[in-house]
Every structure is written in C-alpha cells, then in structure tokens.
C-alpha cells in the first residue's frame, strides 16, 4: 500500500501548453499539502524542436530558470524547491542534456520517454502514433530505448515505464517479455521505477474492454512487485490542485495496494549518479 508521501519529482508547468497554473501557485499549494520536496520537470524545452501543447518554446527556457530560482529563494524556508526537466532519451539531445547540468540549470532528469528524435524529419515522433501501424515493433523500440537511456547515467527516474501499454488491448507475452527487460535494467543502473497518477485523470478507456486506466498497469506492477527494484510514486502535476493527490491515491492503493515494493522517497541528483 503507498502513504501519503512528502515529495513531487513530477511536476509540470503551464509552458508545455498542457499544463494550468502559475509556478508560485504550485509552490503554494506543495507548502499547503506539507511536501517538503517540490521538483519542477516540465517537458523538456528543445533547441530546434517545436511542439505546442506539448513542450514550451526554446525562447521560454531562460525564464523557466529565472521563476523556478526565484521561488527557490523566497521560499527556501518552507520547501526545498529542485530546478529539473522531463525528457525523452535520444543521442541527439545527449549533449544539450550535459550542457544543462555543467552550467548548473538542473539538478535531475525524470525519464519520459514519450517519444523519439526522427532524425529524418527533424522532429519528435510519438511511440502511439507508430503503434497503430506496428504496435509489436513499437514495443520493442520503446523498451531498447528506455534501456539505453537508464545506461545513460543521465536519469534519476523512469516516469511511467508502462506508458506503452495505453496502445495495447492485453498485457500478453510480448509485453511481459519487455517489461522485464526494463526492470532488470531499472535494478542493474539502480533508477527508481515510477507509479505515475497522471494516467488515472483521463479515466478509464483502455485495455480490450476498456475498462481499465492508461496507467498504471497492475500486470506490469506484478512483476515490479516480484523483483527488488525501487519504486517511486510519480503526481506527475498538471495543475496546482493535483498536489492534493487522495483521489490518485485512493484509486492507485484500489488497484495494486495488495503488492508490496521496494520502495523509496528520494531520488539521486545527476551529481550523485557521476559520484556512485
């Protein structure tokens, strides 16, 4: 079963254009609901990728750092506040991502790996668009990738490792195959694993009957469960209001409360991960 826990390394911001509310007003509210703990990692801003609703403008980056650091400081007796992004792993971005932490602007990645660099095109592509057309071969790629990027030394956490299966009907086989893949590779890198609560918002809608959520997946938490990887638990925030996260957790202990975890309530710092 999860407690009630006194962090969010998860947590969005209104530049990624799917996301609602002033930075101070998450702050605010993390104060309010006594986490002590507050990680920004909106979706990464990339140099020469644009994508609206779904990550800011490379033009806002500069200003994220400036509110993010401001908030530190005015706050910085009520919460410990961490500057970071979500990111996709790809080796195109590998040296935008060091640059970050050199020059000191993030102290963590959080590992979402919702889609990849098509080098083709220039641009992002999302996994769910190529797993209509070949959902077995889309598996697969997610799960090398996601591999590769936990050996990366870049990642602090990997946010919801069963995304994919929002584009599958069953949790077959296959699926069991490749979700065993990432957790062995989630215990020899040591990165925590993250039961995300932003798939439970959409409701559910997914699965051969539709009658179960995006994630998580308690078939894949199964075999998290029969292992000793670390678990984290991801609010993955959208809004200030999704810090008092009981309903997420409600539905969350509902549906895997029965399994037990490894689990843990702080993450390593890139500077950490160099240092191990």
């Known amino acids: 079963m999860i407690e009630k826990f006194d962090y969010c390394y998860h947590t969005h911001t ?38 609206p609703g779904m990550r800011g403008a490379f033009s806002e980056l500069d200003e994220y750092f400036r509110s993010i650091n401001y908030l530190k400081e005015k706050y910085h007796d009520q919460i410990k506040i961490i500057p970071a992004f979500e990111a996709e792993y790809d080796e195109h971005f590998v040296p935008y991502y060091e ?8 102290e963590y990645l959080v590992l979402g790996q919702h889609s990849y660099y ?13 797993a209509r057309r070949d959902p077995e071969g889309t598996l697969k790629a997610y799960t090398k990738r996601l591999i ?6 870049l990642f602090s956490v990997v946010a919801h490792p069963d995304l994919m299966m929002q584009s599958y009907l069953e949790f077959d086989e296959l699926c069991k195959e490749q979700a065993l893949l990432i ?8 990165i925590p694993l993250e039961i995300n609560f932003g798939g439970l918002r959409t409701g559910k809608g997914y699965g051969k009957k539709r009658d179960r959520y995006r994630y998580p997946v308690r ?25 008092d996260y009981v309903e997420e957790l409600d539905i969350t202990n509902e549906m895997i409360g029965d399994l037990t975890f490894n689990f843990v309530s702080r993450i390593k710092m890139r500077k950490e991960i160099k240092e191990a």
């Not at 101070?24 to 990728?49: C, N, R, W």
């Open 183 to 190: 957790i062995d590779a989630s215990i020899k890198y040591d």
């Open 99 to 106: 640059s970050l932490f050199e020059l000191g602007k993030i």
């Open 148 to 153: 590769e990027a936990m050996g990366s030394g």
């Open 219 to 243: 078939e894949f938490w199964e075999l998290v469960s029969k292992s000793n990887a670390k678990v984290i638990v991801g609010v993955d925030a959208h809004s200030p209001s999704n810090l």
């Open 14 to 51: 209104f530049r990624c254009g799917h996301a609602y509310g002033t930075d101070e007003e998450y702050v605010l509210e993390a104060i309010k609901q006594k986490i002590k703990i507050l990680g920004f990692s909106d979706h990464v801003i990339l140099p020469g990728i644009n994508e």
């Open 118 to 130: 098509n080098s083709d095109l220039k641009r992002m592509t999302f996994y769910g668009s190529d």
